[in-house]
């Protein structure tokens, strides 16, 4: 059973502060990683996605992949209200093509 | 414009009836996809289509029959529902197996509550 783990939290932040959102993974040959945000009573949205080990920025979202470790997060830097959300971690287990399998989502909360 | 669009929005209905769910995108994609999101959030793919062909069936039971009368298009048709049926459905499309990122963009959710 191929698997995403996230807690659910809530992660709660101060405006400005840095949210670290993390996600594992159990298979091994996954080959690409999704974070996708949603709003309460919205669709999903992609945000960000990798490949490669390493980081990836994108203005202020970063996203971390350790495939060694089966660990994926993405980090926001000057959270913003406008940032509360619940965050997906996505993960396309095999090829391009195959559906994602989803974590259950953080929430995080970003007070003013 | 619309990337992925679904119909309806919303859809209450009875224990027994039979309803649809359409959707089409606008994006050019060959593959489109109908997720499940349950009351607790989690979302589960249920099918997918590659150029109005089968590449994904979950287990589904099989009162849910998806059809797709062309690669824009993938409808979702529910026999017999029951209360369980009662979730939000997504429908996504993602370019594969063309070139680019293979990332999947989500339409606006189908919201079904079954009585």
């Known amino acids: 059973q191929k698997e995403v783990e996230q807690n659910s939290g809530p992660l709660s932040v101060p405006e400005g502060a840095i949210a670290s959102l993390n996600c594992t993974y159990s298979d091994r040959g996954s080959q690409s990683f999704f974070w996708y945000r949603q709003y309460s009573g919205k669709s999903p949205e992609l945000i960000m996605f990798i490949y490669s080990n390493g980081d990836k920025e994108d203005g202020r979202f970063t996203a971390q992949l350790n495939k060694a470790s089966q660990y994926v997060s993405l980090l926001i830097r000057d959270s913003q209200p406008s940032d509360s959300a619940t965050y997906l971690c996505a993960v396309n287990p095999d090829q391009a093509g195959t559906a994602l399998i989803f974590g259950k989502g953080t929430t995080l909360s970003v007070s003013s | 414009d619309t990337a992925v669009s679904q119909t309806p929005k919303y859809l209450v209905t009875q224990m027994g009836n039979d309803k649809s769910i359409k959707c089409e995108q606008n994006l050019g994609h060959d593959t489109m996809y109908w997720y499940k999101q349950d009351s607790k959030k989690f979302l589960k793919i249920m099918f997918s289509y590659n150029n109005k062909e089968l590449i994904i069936n979950e287990t589904v039971p099989n009162r849910f029959s998806p059809k797709s009368p062309d690669k824009a298009h993938l409808n979702l048709h529910i026999n017999s529902l029951e209360l369980g049926d009662s979730a939000v459905y997504f429908c996504?499309?993602?370019?594969?197996?063309?070139?680019?990122?293979?990332?999947?963009?989500f339409g606006p959710g189908t919201r079904l509550t079954v009585l």
């Open positions: 996504a499309s993602s370019p594969y197996p063309s070139g680019g990122p293979d990332t999947q963009y």
